[in-house]
């Protein structure tokens, strides 16, 4: 049953988990470098989105890090989106990640990525940018004793090739950057962050993510995958929409269901329903480029990522149809990789009588 639940600000982790040692405060602290001291068959990343006040000019920087010592390809790296299908990878070695045990805060080369903002000197023959931003208070996905983030209980299930986080929802951006030589202010802007970590993507998934609609302060995001386990496979699904100060979730381990599900190169359209709520959610328009995914923590896989999407929200109390949200987010990060139609299975059904 989808409740909505306050989404709060700040720190979501409770202070029972900030008193525990690292190795076990992190599984109740999404947003801090998890992977501890692995070095093999590893990968992590956090997805940073930044659009300033007027919409012009978004981009989204993933810091990472790759670890395959044992084929000799560990690096780090900083993946940059940019509208039109335009993304750019500037690796760094390994030893040039460095990460805070205590909080989010992750250095790349002379990049640093934190709560906080970011600091960059990012520099290559396709693009340069420099500068600093400076985020608000985060709207964390809540952390509970069971639930610890977006995941769920399923945070606790190992051998799962993927793990997902969600550690702002929504944020103010202040400051400026320098892109290819033109100063670009992020004063009054919004921000976005979430992350990844395990040893490879799914097989097949569709992902969007927007805080820019009509209505102010509503975020959205929402998932649907092929999730690899112990040899078999299953469609799994998370969806979030952060609206007057609420969260409501819509995910496989709240009971939830996938009630439509499509896809085509530039979009999809998905429904998701419990007891009390209809989410859909149309998504078009998206002008992909690829960026570099992980494969058994190497960074030899492909992800199609656009930062110019489209989302069509509508939200419904299902007892007296009452409309919470009919609005359309723009600037939507989005990744449509369903070649393989594989999604579709997860579509529920219901049982007719024989």
Request: glycine share 10%; hydrophobic share 40%.
């Amino acid at each position: 049953m989808t409740r909505p639940m306050p989404a709060p600000e700040r720190n979501a982790v409770p202070a029972w988990a900030r008193m525990l040692p690292y190795r076990m405060r992190r599984i109740w602290d999404p947003a801090v470098f998890q992977g501890g001291g692995k070095r093999n068959d590893y990968f992590e990343g956090w997805y940073v989105k930044c659009v300033d006040a007027d919409g012009t000019t978004p981009i989204a920087f993933i810091p990472g890090v790759s670890r395959d010592d044992a084929g000799g390809t560990s690096h780090s790296f900083v993946q940059v989106v940019r509208p039109g299908g335009a993304t750019h990878y500037l690796q760094y070695r390994a030893d040039e990640f460095h990460f805070d045990a205590d909080t989010f805060a992750v250095t790349v080369g002379p990049n640093h990525f934190s709560a906080s903002g970011v600091k960059l000197a990012l520099d290559c023959e396709a693009i340069a940018v420099s500068g600093e931003l400076r985020f608000g208070p985060w709207r964390p996905w809540p952390v509970k004793l069971t639930a610890p983030g977006i995941m769920g209980w399923y945070r606790f299930v190992p051998g799962m090739e993927c793990y997902h986080g969600v550690c702002s929802l929504d944020h103010l951006v202040d400051g400026e950057l320098t892109i290819d030589g033109e100063a670009i202010t992020y004063d009054g802007g919004r921000g976005y962050v979430e992350k990844d970590w395990g040893r490879s993507f799914p097989s097949s998934w569709v992902w969007a993510q927007s805080n820019h609609f009509a209505k102010r302060h509503v975020s959205v995001t929402v998932s649907v995958a092929r999730i690899p386990w112990m040899g078999r496979s299953f469609i799994g699904f998370i969806a979030g929409v952060l609206l007057d100060g609420q969260l409501y979730r819509f995910t496989t381990y709240t009971g939830a269901k996938l009630t439509a599900f499509e896809s085509h190169y530039d979009g999809a359209k998905m429904t998701y329903e419990d007891a009390e709520y209809r989410l859909e959610v149309e998504l078009e328009g998206a002008v992909a480029a690829p960026l570099k995914a992980p494969e058994h923590g190497r960074m030899v896989a492909r992800a199609d990522e656009s930062l110019n999407a489209e989302m069509m929200v509508r939200l419904t109390r299902k007892r007296d149809r009452v409309v919470l949200l009919n609005d359309c987010g723009l600037h939507a990060g989005c990744e449509v990789m369903n070649s393989k139609d594989e999604l579709g299975a997860g579509v529920w059904r219901p049982k007719v009588a024989e």
